[in-house]
């Protein structure tokens, strides 16, 4: 599908109003090379440095989800109890999963 739009400020903004699918959709935008500014469209941009103590709460941040993604899951017997409203969820995803199984 071809749908036209304007870049303004940082923008593309439909001409006409498109509803689109939510997530990522890759897009071809054709620009006119007179709007290319020329200079500067080959150049890597600046890279940002974060000050040390960004930096460093990062790293730790970091340490402690590595932490959680590797270690061993918990033993089924450690694990608490289904609340009524849990086993109420479970049933209900267990109905709509059974009625969109009809069509």
């Known amino acids: 599908m071809q749908v036209e739009a304007i870049y303004h400020q940082g923008r593309l903004e439909f001409i006409l109003p498109v509803k689109l699918r939510s997530g990522r959709i890759p897009l071809v935008v054709q620009v006119p090379d007179e709007a290319v500014i020329k200079d500067t469209y080959y150049q890597p941009q600046p890279t940002y440095q974060l000050p040390p103590e960004v930096l460093a709460l990062a790293l730790v941040m970091e340490e402690k989800l590595d932490q959680i993604r590797n270690a061993p899951?918990?033993?089924?017997?450690?694990?608490?109890?289904?609340?009524?409203?849990?086993?109420?969820?479970?049933?209900?995803?267990?109905?709509r999963d059974e009625i969109r199984s009809w069509h």
């Open 73 to 95: 899951p918990p033993n089924d017997a450690d694990l608490p109890s289904l609340t009524a409203k849990q086993l109420e969820r479970i049933e209900a995803f267990s109905l």
